[in-house]
């Protein structure tokens, strides 16, 4: 079965600091992997996916994420945080075949910006 | 992009009171949609996948006579909690899945359901 992990439940960053987002997962095959923004009263918004090809991946609002297979892992980065990044980030890993589109999520990690 | 509406955001209603939560994909046909549980402070627990007209896949442990899933149109998924309770008391969020172009989930604003 797959799994995600997110070790940090909660990082604090000043605004203009750089980011990483930690996201571990276990999965038997070539995985499909997601990172999601949830910001209060709204819907998860997806930020980036990897499914195959170029191991460094760029989303919206200036996030990218490197798959790294050796490791299991697909942190999350962002050079300069702002003040507006303040919110929850989930990684997710899909299923392919017949349970495609099925997500597991990580734990979540809760971002607070500083001024 | 894509758009997820819920419908309502918030409902409170009764112990023994069954609830139904709309679930509709705005500008896109959706075969599947997802049906997620979250607690506070804890990760997103799928529920349950809905089939356009066919029969609901339900995770394990996920009590089908209780969430009552139907998925009717290509638009439109309901999840209807039955007989509800205070331990159902949760935020749900579904999702619709996307094929061309983008392949991709598109979730719902989530609704909060407490149970009084």
């Known amino acids: 079965a797959q799994s995600v992990t997110q070790p940090d439940i909660h990082i604090t960053v000043s605004e203009g600091a750089s980011l990483e987002l930690r996201c571990n997962y276990s999965y038997g095959a070539t995985p499909y992997l997601f990172w999601y923004v949830q910001s209060p009263g709204q819907g998860l918004q997806l930020l980036l996916k990897y499914f195959s090809g170029d191991t460094l991946v760029q989303g919206i609002k200036g996030f990218e994420a490197e798959f790294k297979r050796s490791q299991s892992s697909f942190n999350l980065r962002k050079p300069s945080v702002h003040w507006s990044d303040a919110a929850e980030y989930f990684c997710?890993?899909?299923?392919?075949?017949?349970?495609?589109?099925?997500?597991?999520f990580g734990q979540g990690t809760i971002l607070t910006v500083h001024p | 992009g894509a758009v997820v509406s819920q419908h309502p955001s918030r409902v409170i209603c009764k112990s023994g009171t069954s609830v139904k939560i709309e679930c509709r994909s705005l500008?896109?046909?959706?075969?599947?949609m997802f049906w997620y549980r979250q607690f506070p402070k804890k990760s997103l627990m799928l529920m349950a996948t809905s089939n356009e007209g066919s029969k609901a896949t339900y995770e394990q442990g996920v009590e089908k006579d209780k969430f009552l899933i139907n998925h009717a149109s290509l638009t439109l998924s309901t999840l209807t909690v039955t007989s509800a309770h205070p331990e159902d008391s949760s935020f749900y969020i579904c999702s619709a899945h996307r094929d061309r172009p983008t392949y991709e989930q598109y979730f719902g604003p989530g609704t909060r359901l407490t149970v009084t």
């Open positions: 997710a890993v899909g299923a392919g075949g017949t349970s495609y589109g099925k997500l597991t």
């Open positions: 500008d896109f046909q959706a075969t599947t």
